[in-house]
């Protein structure tokens, strides 16, 4: 592993610098070029298996082995993938080009390991009630109409209920959409929910869900005690250009969003009432997607590169850009972080000796190549 050569500097509430972070120790483990097309989605499904999924059609999972990453089962889709996401039963969701979510079930105790459908979402029994019912068709277009529970547009982000019962939608038609994991049945759409594309989405364990948008926003929404739908709770202004990622930190107290504008604003507060309190600033370009572990939050961007913060509670919630991971040939489009603890007995004893916290960092990119990153960070004590 080899030190990273860049100074690191604490970044304050409103951007002051401080004293440097202890450098941490990196490399780039293992690279796989596994998919015909960019890699669009990247997912934890435990914690030596890898799900990555692509426009290619295809969803793969992957076995990590040290610095080695191997294809242990795949599937083939009908439309193109934009993400994927592994529930707590490990359930994997993927949402598709045609407005479709689909449910799929690894088999991996057998010898010839499968991925199984399970489900389209919507179901042909939502489909069928829906398209008898003429009050249940929904304006989406000038000119176009279609049933609530179908998307219009391309599913661009999912995101599940903190028991996993409730799966979230968010659509580049600019509604997003809750759906019942038991049975796959759409409960509630939330139209116009966004004035453009809807390109993230996240739930928090008190119920509040928060999207972003390529119109700059973030809106916070959750359904109120005797109601049956969310309703809009506040609406956060900072982004100058469209939103692209969005991320809760552990105990979800802080939020973090990354737009074209090449920023990771932090947001902190509580009850659905979150506040910008700074920003991440260092990329060139715009912030395509966000992965948070503990206190650690790595960035992805269209500038080729991976920057992996650090929180530090005890300076005022300053933040300092540990490293900068460089390696591919395209922009990232997605990251997967995950706490690990089964380096090498030589990566052991660096680990002990530095008094560090080790982390697998999972990047995709443009240029269809998955990276396995390790990464050694400096603990406080």
């Known amino acids: 592993m080899r030190a990273i050569r860049r100074s690191a500097k604490f970044i304050g509430r409103y951007g002051r610098y401080l004293n440097p972070w202890p450098l941490p120790f990196y490399h780039c483990a293992a690279t796989i070029k596994g998919h015909s097309s960019y890699v669009s989605g990247l997912a934890i499904y435990d914690l030596k298996t890898l799900v990555s999924c692509s426009p290619d059609q295809s969803i793969k999972l992957w076995r990590t082995n040290h610095n080695e990453l191997s294809n242990i089962a795949s599937a083939v889709s009908k439309s193109p993938i934009k993400s994927v996401l592994v529930s707590k039963d490990q359930t994997v969701f993927t949402s598709h080009q045609d407005g479709k979510v689909r449910a799929w079930r690894a088999n991996l105790k057998e010898r010839n390991h499968k991925l199984l459908l399970l489900a389209i979402l919507p179901t042909v029994k939502d489909r069928f009630f829906s398209i008898l019912c003429p ?12 049933t609530w529970v179908n998307h219009a547009d391309a599913v661009s982000a999912l995101a599940l209920s903190h028991d996993s019962k409730l799966l979230y939608s968010a659509s580049w038609d600019r509604t997003f959409k809750v759906w019942r994991t038991c049975n796959f ?77 090449r920023s990771v604003v932090v947001w902190e507060g509580g009850g659905g009432q979150m506040v910008a309190v700074g920003a991440l600033r260092g990329h060139k370009k715009a912030i395509l997607c966000l992965a948070v572990n503990k206190d650690v939050v790595c960035s992805g961007s269209a500038d080729k590169t991976i920057r992996v913060w650090k929180q530090e509670p005890e300076r005022g919630y300053c933040y300092a850009c540990l490293a900068v991971l460089e390696g591919h040939a395209g922009a990232i489009k997605n990251l997967a972080i995950s706490f690990w603890d089964c380096f090498s007995d030589a990566e052991c004893e660096l680990r002990d000796e530095r008094n560090a916290d080790a982390y697998f960092v999972y990047s995709g990119g443009i240029d269809c190549e998955i990276k396995v990153w390790k990464i050694l960070v400096h603990k406080e004590g």
């Open 135 to 146: 009050k249940k068709y929904v304006q989406v277009r000038r000119h176009k109409r279609c």
């Open 185 to 261: 049945k759409c409960v509630e759409s939330i139209s116009r929910a966004h004035e453009d594309a809807v390109n993230a989405i996240v739930v928090s364990k008190d119920g509040f869900v928060y999207t972003g948008s390529a119109d700059t926003n973030i809106k916070t929404w959750r359904r109120l005690p005797g109601e049956k739908n969310h309703s809009l709770v506040s609406m956060m202004e900072r982004h100058k250009s469209a939103v692209n990622a969005l991320v809760l930190s552990e105990d979800e107290s802080v939020l973090y969003s990354g737009a074209c504008d």
